[in-house]
């Protein structure tokens, strides 16, 4: 079984960073493509940036320039760094593996539990 586990969420005031990782573990052959979403309730989850397992990446209108994402493929970690964090950054924080190839077989859509981010002064 696949697991990915996020970390690095905290409470910080606008204007300042944090470095969110997801660690894929089982396993783990290859690991596809990954996504950052972030869930605000009573909001629709969003996606934030993705990075294929070429390194090529996407990011939302609303986090372009600030955050940043990257991967360790040795270690099967995503990396979201996030720079001048705006209160409506606030959110849970998920990472997905949409193709995550194991010892095991081959598993699709993989989500995190969520690490929480706070803005707030």
């Known amino acids: 079984q696949v697991q990915l586990v996020e970390s690095g969420g905290g409470l910080v005031q606008p204007g300042g960073s944090l470095r969110l990782s997801c660690a894929a573990s089982?396993?783990?052959?290859?690991?596809?493509?990954v996504g950052w979403y972030r869930h605000t309730p009573g909001k629709q989850r969003e996606l934030v940036a993705t990075i294929t397992d070429g390194g090529s990446t996407y990011y939302s209108d609303s986090v372009k320039g600030r955050f940043a994402i990257s991967r360790d493929n040795a270690n099967n970690t995503v990396y979201l760094q996030m720079n001048l964090l705006m209160t409506e950054d606030t959110a849970v924080y998920y990472c997905?593996?949409?193709?995550?190839?194991?010892?095991?077989?081959?598993?699709?859509?993989?989500w995190g539990q969520g690490t929480p981010v706070t803005v707030s002064s």
């Open positions: 089982g396993s783990i052959f290859a690991l596809g493509s």
């Open positions: 997905n593996a949409g193709r995550v190839t194991t010892a095991r077989g081959v598993y699709f859509d993989t």
